[in-house]
């Protein structure tokens, strides 16, 4: 009994660590799909650009692990935002296929730039000292790194939900989310609203890239490999929501890993049965507000 | 008689006056430059070009050999159909590389139909490739060959209880198959075996099972990349050999190249394979002087690189024995009676019968030397023939 | 009734337009002007009608899918193992992969079908995967990761073998190319074709006059499975191999992102992206292996960026 138990906090554990790294990717691509009804496949190249920021900035330039992740962050947003004016600003409220289109022909064209840059090689992170090992609560030990991405996770989504409860801005993203044309006729100037959302959720899909660069590799193939686990956390969760995401990647990041260590013959068949089973119920997600 | 045969036609080449040596070996080289083995395709592909490099200068006079390079995506019909492109259209006398086995079965029939000789130098899954076609040889490794020997040595350390965890994919099976029945022929028992996604991001889930069955010892099979690294993290994560489980694997889990990437965690493994950078062999040491000069001093080969450099030395043997001139079956004929005492893997030969390929196994553990961690080979299983072959001969 | 006005008739009735003649003509040309390339001049035919039957869907239902790689899988998978196991006639094996992938298609149209937007477009997602798992796991039957092995397909009527050069897969592709093409043309300027047309721009007045939406929709996807399929048995037969990277999400993306270059919802889209797209690729690939995804990238964002509507929204800003 006992080692069931043993066994399962284990799971329940690193599934969760997978479920926070999920979350901060996916939680922007939900937001800015919710918001500007745009359907980004890139999302992913922006979490992968995160991880291969913090890696090139510790192994080459000896940055200290936080600061490294903080700069990834913030170059990620930055750099999104002449992405946004220039290219996806041009199909706001178009034909969802140019979408398709125009994200696919960038996630393309990051293959083979990280190639060129970076070589076709997985790019490795070396956590700091603070963070390797193990934590030892006397009862058990738990991976120090994994309780860290768990940590982050759960401040991030407080902070975002604070955000998005408590301040102007956030007000100002769910009334347009809720009523677009409703919320440009009270005056809020959406296309700033976009372009900063934007901002912000790719910078958080880097941080998550960053964060999460042990559990998925950071590698040319990165945006296309996990494709399909972002829009799953997305369209099951709900578009233009902050709580959706969070519950489908948990929801994700547990089940996937409970069903491999029970029915690992089995794993991956679950786990899409339970997508679609939830999509056939909640056609909208568990959370969609758009 | 078929070695009296390649010594007569080399002295008849070798006796042609040279005005009419005068040949460009067209040669086909089918590469997965895009796709997810890009890794180790780029590994093989800096082996295949450091032989040329270094080599070019032994072709006799007048004979060059041209390489045509294609990009299977790896995807197996793109490659199948680049095989027929460069047999119809590029009219190549040779066809050689190919990493992935489902592109190398794909293309394998196409050499009997079209009478051109195909010397596989990456692909090492799917044991009957060469039974598909009497024009296709292979010089890398089969996995059968890595993963046999040390399920053999791992019951000889007196471990009884085995478990394996593999990939579930074609490689995965095989590999289980092949340490299953050397381990249980052994005198060991196999209490449990898991298969993952061939795809996983995270192994953490299958690592507690493991743990659950508390084997003495587990074998584990994943793709080399980052499907191996993925690995190591979750045996660490979850103490995996503190709590008292021996792991052994094939070299797959522990490329040479991967090995300064993955921490400290890796001290202490034992894995079974063809190749180690750290082998101090004089061919070896050449082999990487060679490699260090050409790709700097961060870059490390594997056996990705020596097979690929290993068939390309063979091509090269080929063109210079015949002069450039061939036909199908006798490039066969030589190549199946190839043999290198000094490559930097040690002795390889093909085996005529199987046209697969004969090498020493080595058992390797990983150890630190100075500030890296190294494959050092502290026993060799020599000249290990394709033990799938041998058990199961053709009807 | 001379022969000329009673093809003059015909066209009329059922408004042939000359320019339609254009790619066959093309096509027949290129097995003359092209004999090194009837390969992949095979595999462009048989994807075009992939790309057809994706069109319906999605040009003519408004149904985007990213999992219609599931259908050409299952023609593939099911002519191959056909012969594989000692039934290699052509005809046959394409009706049966045709079948089987419409039986797929009629049956994950049941559940797929009663979403819309991001729902339904990872319902197909997940459906396409589940398809590839489950042909993974039949690996006994499947031959799994390393591909099919031993199919043997029979000469077509007896005579025409599938040679090593591709010219009787050459002439079989354009000829089933032509009867799906066929019933493509007669399904969209059909009323039904009309009324597909009508549940993709307004569904809710589509109810409202009482037509069966959830039915045409379902009849339409069962249909262009089974073209689909059909597809897919073709390049089973033609290139003698299945492999799981048919079940892929690469291939259904690549169709999609094919389709969306010619011109979604034009029929013709797909005879001028699939053969741009593959005839990129090859060449592309050719002169720069590794990089090629960065100049196919860079096609796709100046197509979206400068030709909206693909190439055939090109010729419609011309002509006008």
Redesign the interface.
């Given at each position: 009994m006992g080692n069931t138990l043993s066994a399962a906090v284990s799971i329940g554990f690193h599934g969760l660590a997978f479920a926070m790294v999920l979350y901060l990717i996916s939680v922007g691509l939900s937001v800015t799909m919710g918001l500007m009804g745009f359907v980004n496949l890139a999302h992913g190249v922006f979490a992968m650009a995160g991880g291969y920021v913090v890696t090139s900035l510790m192994s080459r330039w000896g940055v200290p692990f936080l600061p490294a992740l903080l700069g990834a962050a913030v170059a990620v947003s930055l750099a999104s935002i002449p992405i946004e004016r220039v290219l996806y600003r041009r199909l706001y409220g178009g034909e969802e296929l140019d979408q398709v289109l125009l994200t696919m022909g960038l996630v393309f064209m990051s293959v083979a730039a990280a190639t060129y840059v970076w070589g076709p090689l997985q790019q490795p992170l070396q956590p700091p000292p603070w963070l390797s090992g193990a934590i030892d609560l006397g009862v058990r030990s738990f991976p120090a790194y994994r309780s860290f991405l768990i940590l982050c996770g759960a401040a991030l989504v407080t902070v975002l939900w604070l955000g998005i409860e408590r301040t102007r801005f956030g007000a100002r993203v769910r009334a347009s989310v809720d009523n677009l044309r409703m919320a440009q006729s009270v005056g809020i100037d959406t296309s700033r609203l976009f372009m900063t959302t934007f901002a912000l959720g790719s910078g958080l899909a880097g941080l998550g890239g960053g964060l999460g660069a042990d559990l998925l590799a950071i590698n040319p193939s990165y945006a296309l490999q996990n494709l399909a686990y972002f829009l799953i956390v997305v369209a099951v969760g709900g578009l233009g929501s902050i709580r959706g995401p969070f519950v489908a990647a948990l929801l994700l990041g547990i089940a996937d890993s409970g069903f491999k260590y029970l029915l690992p013959e089995f794993g991956a068949f679950f786990i899409y049965t339970l997508t679609m089973g939830i999509l056939l119920w909640r056609p909208r997600g568990l959370f969609g507000r758009a | 008689m078929l070695r009296i045969f390649i010594v007569v036609l080399t002295a008849a080449g070798a006796s042609l006056p040279a005005s009419l040596a005068a040949q460009t070996v067209k040669v086909g080289l089918i590469?997965s430059?895009?796709?997810?083995v890009?890794?180790p395709?780029?590994q093989g592909q800096k082996g295949f070009d450091l032989y040329v490099k270094e080599h070019e200068k032994d072709l006799p006079p007048g004979v060059k050999i041209e390489l045509l390079?294609?990009?299977d995506?790896s995807?197996?019909?793109v490659g199948?159909?680049l095989a027929?492109?460069l047999?119809?259209?590029d009219r190549v006398q040779l066809l050689t590389g190919i990493v992935l086995?489902?592109v190398a079965?794909?293309v394998a029939?196409?050499t009997a139909?079209?009478k051109v000789p195909l010397l596989l130098d990456i692909a090492s899954?799917?044991v009957t490739i060469p039974r598909?076609s009497p024009y296709v040889v292979r010089i890398s490794f089969t996995l059968w060959q890595q993963a046999y020997p040390i399920g053999k040595w791992a019951a000889e350390q007196g471990w009884k209880t085995g478990y394996t965890a593999v990939s579930?994919?074609?490689?995965g099976?095989d590999s289980e198959a092949a340490f299953t029945k050397a381990f249980t022929d052994a005198g060991g028992k196999i209490v449990g075996a898991?298969?993952?996604?061939?795809?996983?991001?995270?192994f953490?889930?299958?690592v507690?099972?493991i743990?659950?069955a508390k084997p003495d010892v587990v074998f584990i099979f994943v793709p080399a990349?980052?499907q191996a690294?993925?690995m190591m993290?979750a045996m660490?994560?979850?103490?995996l050999r503190e709590a008292g489980i021996n792991v052994v694997a094939p070299q797959d889990l522990l490329p040479d190249?991967e090995l300064p990437?993955?921490?400290d965690t890796p001290l202490g493994l034992i894995t079974s394979g063809t190749y180690s950078a750290d082998a101090k062999r004089p061919a070896n040491e050449a082999f990487l002087a060679a490699w260090k000069r050409e790709y700097g001093d961060k870059s490390i080969p594997d056996f990705f690189s020596v097979d690929a450099w290993d068939g390309m030395a063979a091509i090269y043997g080929l063109v210079k024995a015949t002069k450039g001139n061939f036909t199908a079956d006798q490039a066969i004929a030589f190549l199946s009676h190839w043999k290198d005492p000094d490559s930097p893997r040690g002795p390889i030969m093909i085996d005529p019968e199987t046209r697969d390929i004969v090498q020493n196994v080595y058992i390797r553990r990983v150890e630190k030397q100075g500030d890296r961690l190294v494959n050092v080979e502290i026993a060799t299983i020599p000249m290990v023939k394709d033990p799938w072959k041998e058990l199961n001969p053709p009807k | 009734m001379t022969p000329s006005r009673a093809i003059d008739a015909f066209a009329r009735r059922h408004r042939y337009h000359p320019l339609e003649a254009l790619p066959w003509l093309a096509a027949v040309a290129s097995y003359f002007i092209f004999p090194d390339y009837l390969a992949l001049g095979a595999q462009i035919l048989a994807t075009i009608l992939f790309a057809l039957s994706a069109d319906l869907v999605l040009g003519y239902a408004g149904i985007v899918t990213l999992g219609h790689a599931a259908f050409l899988g299952t023609g593939a998978y099911t002519a191959g193992i056909l012969a594989a196991h000692g039934w290699g006639e052509p005809f046959t094996g394409i009706l049966a992969g045709s079948v089987a992938a419409a039986f797929l298609g009629f049956l994950s149209g049941l559940v797929v079908l009663r979403t819309t937007g991001l729902a339904l477009l990872m319902q197909t997602l997940v459906v396409a995967t589940l398809v590839a798992e489950a042909a993974n796991k039949a690996s006994f039957i499947t031959g799994g990761d390393d591909g099919l092995q031993g199919m043997e397909v029979w000469p077509i009527f007896g005579w025409f073998r599938f040679d090593l050069f591709g010219r009787t897969s050459y002439a079989y592709c354009l000829a089933l190319l032509f009867l799906g093409w066929l019933i493509a043309r007669q399904i969209v300027h059909s009323p039904f074709g009309r009324s597909l047309i009508g549940i993709r721009e307004n569904v809710r007045r589509m109810h409202a006059i009482g037509a069966p939406v959830a039915r045409r929709r379902l009849t339409i996807y069962t249909i262009s499975a089974a073209l689909a399929g059909v597809s897919g048995a073709l390049i089973a037969q033609t290139t003698q191999f299945v492999s799981l990277s048919f079940l892929s999400l690469e291939r259904s993306g690549t169709v999609l992102i094919m389709l969306i270059i010619g011109g979604v919802g034009r029929l013709y889209g797909a005879f001028i992206g699939v053969p741009l797209y593959m005839i990129a690729q090859n060449r592309f690939s050719e002169i720069d292996p590794v990089y090629w995804y960065f100049w196919i990238g860079l096609l796709m964002v100046l197509v979206v960026v400068f030709a909206r509507g693909g190439v055939l929204g090109l010729f419609d800003r011309f002509r006008r």
């Open positions: - | 590469n430059y895009t796709g997810f890009a890794q395709a780029d390079r294609r990009d995506t995807n197996p019909e199948k159909r027929q492109e047999i119809t259209r086995s489902p079965t794909a029939p196409m139909e079209a899954a799917g598909i579930d994919f074609i490689p099976h898991v298969r993952f996604p061939p795809t996983n991001p995270d953490a889930p299958f507690q099972r743990k659950d990349g980052t690294t993925g993290k660490q994560d979850l103490g190249e990437r993955m921490g | -």
